[in-house]
């Protein structure tokens, strides 16, 4: 059996993101409009994927050794979602015996102690593509698995990560050959993840997989779990906000899906700063993510945890966010938009002056919408009338408040959360420089 460390390398991406024009990337997933492909018609509930969530894998003995209070200490965190690796193709059992178990602990106390705190619980298994049964059979053999009392996985997920098969084109044949497979034996409504590779890496370095197939997946997969691992490409604050956005814009452009489903797992837990976490998870708001989670639950700090509670738990977006300011429709959880339930980034480019911000809210209510401006908190938003869109509010943001070079962004966060939504919505969003 391998150990945990060799497990980890083979996660790690490599190299640094590459650069992308950021503006851009929002313009596009602004305006482009996409549908997804026939074959995710079926639209099955992703909730699984939604929010905070947080991984064990085969070596985590902390987990395994007592995954009732495991799972009590990521009930107490906030986690909504465990994601528990059944088995991998390093597994010396023969490929009858799918199911990873220690000692008297198995995958069922897992499926038990989450269920009863109101935690989702995803199965993932990582393939070798080798071209025999075995990675089929381990992976219907998690989606099968039963407890006793007939509790199952909320989902499964295949980690696309295994380069041992040298050539990319046999590779991605047969990873499109085993996810098809297994989407025909499960039917369209089941939730299926697909877990790859940091994109950023894969777009650096070519020979890691090239041409890799974003697109079929997109056309079999529902969620796109990336492995980001910004704490493998640099260090810092600004490493951690632009290797996670240049993650969502790759899978984005790609699969030429802009409101693609993507839960983003961020980086080493054990190596994160909360710096890096708060970093990572303000690029999951602003991109508008569907979840997010480090790796793993048992090296997660107390300061990457208190950061995590900011995960979003969004639906899917349409359009995507960031806007770009100047886009005038409403968004929200509004009349005719609910995608927005919690909050909506704009972004523009380098500011060198003070701009007059503009905007309308619906059905404002006193201290319920906040407004940031590159995540400075600038005011609580004044009232206005009761299901009804306010007139044309503007406000001065001085120069100290905005980037003269790159990015900015603007930020609407209504009060309400997952379950209790608060009615609100923004359009018409726009920069301007005072009159003098």
Excluded at 25 to 52: D, E, T
Excluded at 286 to 296: A, H, M, N, R, V
Excluded at 391 to 418: C, D, P, Q
């Amino acid at each position: 059996m391998t150990t945990r460390s060799s497990h980890i390398a083979l996660r790690r991406s490599r190299g640094a993101s590459l650069a992308f024009l950021v503006l851009l990337i929002a313009l596009l997933a602004a305006l482009v409009p996409a549908a997804r492909p026939q074959a995710a018609a079926a639209k099955p509930r992703i909730i699984m994927y939604r929010g905070l969530g947080t991984w064990v894998d085969m070596y985590d003995a902390k987990a395994w050794s007592d995954p009732a209070a495991a799972v009590a200490d990521m009930a107490a965190h906030g986690v909504r979602t465990l994601y528990l690796e059944t088995a991998n193709f390093h597994l010396p059992k023969p490929a009858s015996v799918s199911i990873f178990s220690s000692g008297k602990v198995t995958a069922a106390d897992f499926i038990t102690a989450c269920h009863a705190k109101g935690i989702k619980i995803v199965a993932w298994y990582l393939p070798s593509f080798d071209g025999t049964a075995r990675d089929y059979a381990r992976s219907m053999a998690a989606i099968d698995y039963r407890t006793a009392d007939g509790q199952k996985f909320d989902s499964f997920a295949l980690d696309i990560e295994c380069t041992n098969v040298k050539s990319a084109t046999l590779r991605t044949e047969r990873l499109l050959a085993l996810s098809s497979k297994v989407r025909a034996a499960v039917g369209g409504a089941y939730p299926l993840g697909a877990i790859i590779m940091s994109p950023a890496g894969m777009t650096k370095w070519k020979s890691v997989w090239p041409g890799f197939p974003y697109a079929g997946l997109a056309g079999i997969y529902d969620v796109f779990v990336p492995m980001g691992y910004y704490t493998y490409h640099g260090v810092g604050y600004a490493n951690a906000y632009k290797d996670t956005r240049d993650n969502v814009a790759i899978i984005r452009a790609q699969t030429g899906l802009p409101s693609i489903p993507i839960h983003v797992i961020g980086g080493d837990a054990a190596k994160s700063s909360d710096a890096e976490t708060l970093a990572y998870v303000r690029a999951l708001r602003e991109t508008g993510c569907i979840g997010g989670s480090l790796y793993d639950w048992a090296t997660t700090t107390p300061g990457s945890w208190a950061a995590l509670t900011n995960v979003p738990l969004n639906p899917t977006q349409t359009p995507a966010l960031p806007l770009a300011v100047g886009y005038l429709p409403a968004v929200g959880n509004c009349p005719g938009e609910h995608t927005h339930p919690k909050e909506v980034f704009y972004q523009t480019t380098g500011q060198n002056g003070a701009r007059v911000l503009s905007y309308r809210l619906y059905d404002a209510q006193a201290g319920e919408v906040r407004l940031l401006v590159n995540w400075k908190p600038v005011a609580t938003l004044p009232a206005g009338p009761k299901k009804k869109w306010t007139k044309v509010r503007s406000l001065t943001i001085l120069a100290s408040g905005w980037n003269a070079s790159g990015a900015n962004v603007v930020g609407f966060v209504a009060r309400g959360e997952y379950g209790a939504w608060s009615v609100w919505g923004v359009r018409a969003v726009t920069l301007t420089t005072p009159a003098r």
